[in-house]
Every structure is written in structure tokens, then in C-alpha cells.
């Protein structure tokens, strides 16, 4: 009942969440890059700023290039959406290091393992966020309205 609730009336809901679980899983991408590299799930203090503002830009761009209110299913689609702002989320965290010369800070090894895994955990997400859609829609639970004009001996 109160599942049916929180996604009865559009999208905007259900792109939340899914938009938080990207960010998480960002994080959670930077602390598997790390293990790969040095063998421990721990993070350094500055390891764990960037996994946080890379999360933050993330979230940050999502919300702003949020054109539509409604989720799109397909592959096709996270390639056109989720993709580019995953590339964009890299590209402004690396002109941030440069901008602020803490390039040397970071491992590269780190940040290309860590843009793999990314893709690679969001591919994954995508399509088990598409299957759950799949089963909200047809249970009823996102309901879509239709409007229906005319009569039926028109």
C-alpha cells in the first residue's frame, strides 16, 4: 500500500531513488578501485573526499540535466543519459585536481579502474532498475494516465 503510494503519480519518485543508488554506487565503486589497487577496503582521507565530491558532482549534474520526469527503459537510453553524465561527473573531478595542482595525489591507475568499475556497476543497475519498472508497471503499481477522447461510434 505505501509502495503504491510513493510511486503512484509519476516517475519523479522512482528516479530518485534511482538516482541515489548511482551515487552510492559511485562510492562504492571508488572502494572497490581502491582494494584492486592497494589490497584494502579502507580509504584514505583524501581518497574519501574525492569519492564523496565525485558522488556529489554526480548527483549534482543529474538533477540539473534532468530533462524528463519520467524513467527511461533500455540500454539504449543509460547510453545516452547515465553515460554521458558519468563521463562528465570524471572530466569535471579531473579539472578540479588540475585546477587545484592535487593531481599527484591521486593514483591514475586508481581513477581508470575506478571509471571501469562505475560503468560496469551502472550497466548492471540499469538493467535491474528496467526489470523492477517492468514489474511496478505491470503490477499497476506506476500507474500511467490516458486520457481516451471521443465515443465508440465515432
Known sequence: ?????????DDKSFLLIYRLIL?????????????IRNKTFQLSEKYVESSILIAVIFLA?????????????GTAQWLRIEFILLIQTFVIAILITV???ITDNYSRIWM???I???F???????????????????SNAIQR??????????
Open 1 to 9: 500500500m505505501l509502495f503504491e503510494k510513493i510511486f503512484q503519480r
Open 23 to 35: 551515487g552510492g554506487t559511485l562510492y562504492f565503486s571508488s572502494t572497490f578501485a581502491y582494494y
Open 116 to 118: 571501469g568499475v562505475s
Open 99 to 101: 585546477l587545484f595542482k
Open 61 to 73: 549534474l543529474s538533477f540539473i540535466n534532468s530533462k524528463e520526469n519520467r524513467y527511461i527503459k
Open 112 to 114: 581508470f579502474t575506478y
Open 145 to 154: 494516465n490516458i486520457l481516451l477522447i471521443g465515443d465508440a461510434k465515432g
Open 120 to 138: 560496469t556497476l551502472f550497466l548492471i543497475i540499469k538493467v535491474l532498475f528496467d526489470f523492477i519498472y517492468a514489474r511496478l508497471v505491470s
